[in-house]
């Protein structure tokens, strides 16, 4: 692929150059709520592996924990708010109907020269993101992008209902791609069932100013199970074979990080050992899009992730969608 704007003559390719993430302050443990729902921490862990979770304060949005990682991740590539020309928020929590997150990221962010717009996968919002992303940074149309998953799931959760409750939490994860000669993102796959939209919704919708129907989350959670255990290691196979690679080549497998189940499951099905899989859900709980993006940061901080390695996000959400990237870092 050649790419027909003026600054670039040479092949172009879309490469993360930096993370970035943040989680709000107040910490629930399972403990925490097994004194206001009935549930136990035993149950919480072996059903999921989650321990705790993130909580967003009052005052805090979307959009503000969006700007925390942003700002985190534009620190690590050394580049100012002002060179970022893509600004994409994956959120399915976001602050208003409208305008779009990313707009008020935008702004609050100083990041005017962006083109600015959300996108709404559920859980596989982020890997969505870094696919349209790579697609629109590798056609040399733009040349630095930022890509956040944020989320505050902990306002659309009914919290009496425990079957939901304790699985999820609030956090959000950048990253910052930019034009490469060398490539960083090899191949991506998305995909989507929409027969499958009721296993895992907020049904609830605003009309005439009335919400109608229950604005909270619902979740066959043995069905989301059962397609999430079947999806996620096909589509990594998948993307794997469009940059004629194997699960051997792999160095880090970064899932979506809902329960360690069904990352452990996935890693047996695609042949990818524990000690090559990021797991952060025990400290986080299921933060949806922001999940992935918040797993790159804590593994490329902490030097797990290092350059040159080849890192394969998959994740899979609401819709029902499910999608993978594989990334040479
Ligand atoms: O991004 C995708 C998001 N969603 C997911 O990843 C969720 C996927 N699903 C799952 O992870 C699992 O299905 C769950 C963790 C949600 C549930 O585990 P499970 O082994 O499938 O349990 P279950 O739903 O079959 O429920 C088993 C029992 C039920 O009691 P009975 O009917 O057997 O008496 C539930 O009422 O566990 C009960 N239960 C609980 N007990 C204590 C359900 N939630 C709780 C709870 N505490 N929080």
Redesign the pocket.
């Known amino acids: 692929m050649v790419a027909t704007g003026s600054h670039c003559a040479f092949l172009v390719f879309s490469k993360i150059i930096s993370t970035g993430s943040y989680l709000p302050e107040k910490i629930l443990t399972n403990d925490d709520l097994s004194k206001f ?4 921490d035993e ?2 862990r072996t ?2 592996g989650i321990r705790s979770r993130h909580i967003a304060a009052d005052f805090e949005a979307t959009s503000d924990l969006a700007v925390a990682a942003a700002n985190n991740a534009l620190q690590a590539a050394g580049l100012a708010a002002s060179d970022i020309d893509l600004l994409i928020v994956a959120t399915t929590t976001p602050d208003v109907i409208f305008p779009s997150t990313a707009c008020i990221v935008q702004d609050k962010l100083g990041a005017n020269k962006a083109a600015a717009f959300d996108i709404q996968a559920v ?1 596989s919002g982020f890997v969505y993101a870094l696919s349209v992303a790579d697609k629109m940074v590798a056609s040399g149309a733009h040349q630095n992008a930022l890509i956040i998953g944020a989320e505050i799931y902990s306002r659309i959760l009914n919290w009496k209902d ?2 939901t409750c ?2 999820f939490g609030d956090g959000a994860g950048a990253v910052v791609l930019t034009q490469s000669e060398a490539p960083g993102i090899l191949a991506t796959k998305l995909h989507a069932d929409g027969s499958r939209r009721n296993i ?1 919704n907020v049904p609830g919708h605003v009309r005439n100013g009335i919400v109608y129907g229950d604005p909270h989350v619902h ?1 066959d ?2 069905a ?2 059962k397609m ?1 255990v079947n999806v996620m290691a096909d589509v990594c196979v998948e993307t794997l074979a469009m940059a004629n690679m194997t699960a051997a080549d792999i160095d880090w497998l970064v899932p ?1 990080q ?2 360690v ?2 990352i452990d499951a996935t890693g047996k099905r695609l042949g990818v050992p524990p000690e090559k899989t990021i797991v952060t859900v025990q400290g986080q709980g ?1 933060t ?1 899009a922001a999940s992935i993006p918040l797993a790159l940061d804590t593994s490329v901080r902490d030097g797990r992730i290092k350059s040159g390695d080849l890192v394969q996000t998959v994740a ?2 609401g819709g029902f969608t499910w999608g993978s990237a594989l990334i040479r870092w």
Do not use: Q
């Open positions: 729902v009935d549930t136990s149950w919480i059903r999921s859980c425990r079957t304790v699985l895992l979740m959670g043995p989301v199970f999430a979506h809902a329960n189940r069904i299921n949806s899979v959400g």
